[in-house]
């Protein structure tokens, strides 16, 4: 049997639900697990285990007393550590934010508050997200935990390392070009960047407004269900938020993909690292054997994201630290970092503007692809999670080169994308996305669940 911290929401639920599992005895379970490992994996940033034994002790007596609130009432989880937490501190893994405690939570923390969730702490990630490597200097780098020497990937790499390791049953992150997926993908974890406008960014400080999603990364279709079903919901305090009739997203689970149409798009199949591309198209065609229709699909459109979600994401992310790049502050920030925002002040209007005329052409080929397919699959990224080398500057960037082209297309057009484990290549995972029309997350994690009853791969976690 899986030790506890291994186990999915969907299956502890049921048992605390029956009284027959302690919140106090998971949440006990979930630190130990965490000092064990923090040292080595560097998943935390802030760490709460007196607050998380508290919070669980008042679910234990509220379940106790017939006050369940619902499958997330007694489960620890802990975000990434850019959303607001009231009385926490909130550094968005920056020196400059070391100190910072916020004085109100995020809308999506407090959904999760409602729901009976145990907060364990905040995790890692790349200063202000900027970044696909969870290469940190000021808070140290995050170590993937299918092998040490390789990273986590970015900017959510706490969160990715955190859930696949047992140190989380999940968390909540952000993706403007990839940070959801990319750690996903690296450390064989299920992650959604959802719809554009379905999930609050009220009080998170996500510095390219127009092109994040903030969503659920976790170990099950069915977990990333239950904590969507949680998080989703329109936000009259953010003015991104979109008025969208709620979903059952449960409701999806166990039904047949038989007759789904799924594009290819050959943009997507270049430049893959051989074990990427076997795994990916084993995935495919076992979607096929389920019933799935597979179609290749053309779309040419999509060579200019890259270039649309830089021009865009730049200058947005340096107009938001202007102030602080024009003084002494600028010395706190990480290279990096700094050198990326100094990059965006650079875009002219006439740059931006068109980085926003191919952002509406994209979305008008994909809406076109969907006349003919319902959704479309992809790699997550095209390579496994690489080695740690000495220059922190060259493979952020590299990393960022090789993984955001196949990531930021969901990005610069508001689109949802499921990131799905489908294997291991050299003892490291791979991973498929599929990508969706505007709020049909609830088809994409039928997909999603349809190839997890069937993956070889869906019981596999990292060797302690």
């Known amino acids: 049997m899986k030790p506890i911290y291994y186990r999915t929401i969907s299956e502890l639920a049921p048992l605390i639900k029956a009284k027959q599992l302690s919140p106090v005895e998971l949440t006990k379970a979930v630190l130990e697990r965490a000092y064990q490992l923090q040292p080595t994996l560097n998943c935390y940033?802030?760490?709460?285990?007196?607050?998380?034994?508290?919070?669980?002790?008042?679910?234990?007596?509220?379940?106790?007393?017939?006050?369940?609130?619902?499958p997330l009432h007694g489960i620890p989880y802990a975000p990434k550590d850019i959303y607001y937490t009231k009385g926490i501190r909130t550094t968005s893994g920056s020196a400059l934010l070391e100190n910072f405690i916020p004085d109100y939570n995020a809308t999506v923390i407090n959904r999760l508050e409602d729901a009976g969730c145990i907060l364990t702490g905040k995790l890692n990630l790349n200063e202000f997200a900027v970044g696909e490597?969870?290469?940190?200097?000021?808070?140290?780098?995050?170590?993937?935990?299918?092998?040490?020497?390789?990273?986590?990937?970015?900017?959510?790499?706490?969160?990715?390392?955190?859930?696949?390791?047992?140190?989380?049953?999940?968390?909540?992150?952000?993706?403007?070009?990839?940070?959801?997926?990319?750690?996903?993908?690296?450390?064989?974890?299920?992650?959604?960047?959802?719809?554009?406008?379905?999930?609050?960014?009220?009080?998170?400080?996500?510095?390219?407004?127009?092109?994040?999603?903030?969503?659920?990364?976790?170990?099950?279709?069915?977990d990333m269900a239950i904590v969507l079903q949680s998080i989703a919901g329109y936000d009259p305090k953010d003015n991104t938020s979109e008025k969208v009739p709620p979903e059952n997203y449960y409701?999806?689970?166990?039904?047949?993909?038989?007759?789904?149409?799924?594009?290819?798009?050959?943009?997507?199949?270049?430049?893959?690292?051989?074990?990427?591309?076997s795994h990916v198209m084993y995935a495919i065609r076992d979607l096929e054997r389920l019933g799935a229709v597979i179609k290749e699909v053309s779309m040419p459109e999509l060579s200019m994201s890259?270039?649309?979600?830089?021009?865009?994401?730049?200058?947005?992310?340096?107009?938001?630290?202007?102030?602080?790049?024009?003084?002494q502050k600028k010395t706190l920030y990480q290279d990096y970092t700094r050198i990326t925002l100094e990059a965006g002040e650079l875009t002219t209007g006439m740059e931006y503007e068109k980085a926003q005329k191919a952002r509406r052409v994209i979305r008008h080929a994909f809406?076109?692809?969907?006349?003919?397919?319902?959704?479309?699959?992809?790699?997550?990224?095209?390579?496994?999670?690489?080695?740690?080398?000495?220059?922190?500057?060259?493979?952020?960037?590299?990393?960022?080169?090789?993984?955001?082209?196949?990531?930021?297309?969901?990005?610069?057009?508001?689109?949802?994308?499921?990131?799905?484990?489908?294997?291991?290549?050299?003892?490291?995972?791979?991973?498929?996305?599929?990508?969706?029309?505007?709020f049909a997350e609830g088809q994409m994690l039928q997909i999603?669940?349809?190839?997890?009853?069937?993956?070889?791969?869906?019981?596999?976690?990292?060797?302690?």
């Open 133 to 222: 490597t969870n290469i940190n200097t000021h808070f140290g780098n995050v170590q993937n935990p299918w092998n040490t020497d390789c990273m986590s990937g970015g900017s959510s790499g706490g969160s990715g390392a955190a859930v696949s390791a047992g140190l989380s049953f999940f968390s909540v992150a952000t993706d403007s070009a990839g940070s959801i997926r990319v750690p996903s993908g690296f450390c064989g974890v299920y992650g959604l960047k959802p719809s554009y406008g379905l999930v609050s960014l009220y009080g998170i400080p996500v510095l390219t407004k127009s092109l994040v999603g903030a969503g659920p990364m976790a170990r099950s279709i069915e």
């Open 306 to 327: 890259l270039v649309a979600d830089v021009v865009t994401e730049g200058p947005e992310a340096a107009a938001y630290h202007h102030e602080n790049l024009t003084t």
């Open 45 to 70: 940033i802030t760490f709460l285990p007196e607050q998380a034994l508290e919070r669980a002790r008042r679910a234990e007596t509220e379940i106790i007393s017939g006050k369940y609130r619902g």
């Open 367 to 438: 809406y076109r692809t969907f006349r003919d397919v319902d959704v479309v699959a992809a790699p997550t990224v095209p390579i496994t999670a690489p080695h740690f080398t000495a220059d922190p500057i060259d493979q952020n960037l590299e990393v960022w080169m090789r993984c955001t082209p196949y990531t930021c297309p969901a990005d610069v057009t508001g689109l949802p994308s499921l990131s799905i484990p489908v294997g291991l290549s050299n003892g490291l995972p791979v991973g498929i996305q599929i990508i969706g029309r505007p």
């Open 251 to 277: 409701f999806y689970l166990g039904k047949s993909i038989k007759g789904i149409k799924i594009g290819l798009p050959n943009y997507f199949f270049k430049d893959l690292d051989p074990g990427v591309e």
């Open 448 to 464: 999603g669940h349809a190839y997890q009853k069937i993956s070889p791969f869906k019981n596999l976690v990292p060797i302690d």
